[in-house]
Nanobody, 124 residues
């Protein structure tokens, strides 16, 4: 069955860095767009980044600070987060959507599969 397993969350001080990983299984990874979303307490799901075949796209709020990459040989995507701010505190979710719809892949409805999430907490 399809599985997306996130790891790498934790508690860091503002200005610090974290690297999230998402290991995928149960589907043909290279055929799928991968995305990262986050949900802060009391707020809705927010787009963070997405990657299809090549260059990733980012939300304006993380552009220049976060870098998303994928390793198709390992069926894994990564989110390198630098210059973290307290406003980045959220549960971060990995998602997979079949690449071929022509979508921008920046909304939750573009994705069929979701991980369980990993908590990221940034202290001031």
């Amino acid at each position: 069955q399809v599985q997306l397993v996130e790891s790498g969350g934790g508690l860091v001080q503002a200005g610090g860095s974290l690297r999230l990983s998402c290991a995928a299984s149960g589907f043909t990874f290279s055929n799928y767009a991968m995305g990262w979303f986050r949900q802060a307490p009391g707020k809705g799901l927010e787009f963070v980044a997405t990657i299809r075949r090549f260059a990733p796209d980012y939300a304006d709020s993380v552009k220049g600070r976060f870098t998303m990459s994928r390793d198709n040989a390992k069926n894994t995507v990564y989110l390198q987060m630098n210059s973290l701010k307290p406003g980045d505190t959220a549960v971060y979710y990995c998602a997979a959507g079949f690449a071929g719809s022509g979508s921008d892949y920046d909304t939750p409805g573009d994705y069929a599969y979701w991980g369980q999430g990993t908590q990221v907490t940034i202290s001031s």
